[in-house]
């Protein structure tokens, strides 16, 4: 019988300790939703470009005398970069040169002694036609009277028509060298080609010496010295030594977060401790149909001595400033996309709250929708989550 009573001691004292266990509040790690003014960012490789990059090549073929720049080199606007040999251009320049004057003494001559020549030959055979004329005239009457035959009047008809040819052939000349007369044109034309064949022998000469046309960098180099260069042959390749943009393909779906004049801050893989400003300048109006993406293009004021063209950048873009972001801890949010939601202790029980969620950054997350500054979040940590309606106490409130 004591028995009995003992045990049925203990089981009643078994029923009032589960019981106790299972009505006492739940204790739960929370802290507090806070607010915070953000910058909103969007994060983007890309490259950087020189401003102008220029295959230095010839126009003409020539064996390479000198080549002045190395690779890496930077080299001051002016600076020599490549020679070639300037024997063979420079005697085609005597040729030119001779060929000029040859020439001009020509149109010289036929504009001066040969048109005097021609005048006269001509006022000649204008005199002598009008001789014949008359002799024939003279002739006419005599016949007409019978005081001449047929033979001599016919003898002097052939005179005037022997007369009248060669006038023709006079006035021809005479024509010909005068200033618009075929003569006179092929040979100023003949002149003309050879001042331009002179023309070109000088260009060839002086482009027998390539000059850089701003302060560049050499990025490749690709011939040595004794080499023949063929017209059109890629012979050095520079780049603008100080100015750059940077490009980056921006994701459609991104697109209205980029405006012109926006501001970011750029860091490269090599440097990623150095970051320097740059701002957006130019954004492309079409979309590659392949990638999605858009072109955009980033001016920098102030280029870093250790940038270098074709570099790999990380280009952090200022998108939007958010006042009064509400703030939780990544940890705190279960599910995504429409099945997001949080645990939030309310009087002391715990309930479940549906939230939209935003980006995510540095541990954190920003909601939307669904809590209100100053609630308390459950963040379970390495525990179950706690059921929605239990009653719980907080262990610990903090700043989220």
Known sequence: MQKKIIAAFVAVVLAGGIWYLSSRPATVAVCRVETKDLNRRLVVMGRVTPQATINVATTFPGRVKEVAAQENETVAKGSLLIALDEKELQANLKIAEAAVSQSRAKLEQIGGTEARVAEEALNDAKNKLSDAQKNFERDKQLFDKQALSQSELQRTELAVKTAQSQYDIAATRERSITKGGNDYNL????????????????????????????????????????????PGQTLMVVAAAKECYLAADIEERNLGMVTEGQKALVSTESFPDRRFDATVYQIARTVDPQRGTVRVKLAVAEKPEYLRADMTVSIDLDVEKITSALLVPAAAVTGDGKEASVLVLNDGRIEKRPVVAAEKENGKVRIVEGVNPGDLVIVPGDKEPPAAGMKAVAEQTGGC
């Open 187 to 230: 040979a100023r034309a003949s002149l003309e080609q050879a001042m331009a064949n002179r023309d070109l022998a000088r260009q060839r000469l002086t482009d027998a010496r390539i000059y850089a046309p701003f302060e560049a960098t050499v990025l490749t180099r690709s011939v040595e010295p004794g080499a023949v260069a063929q």
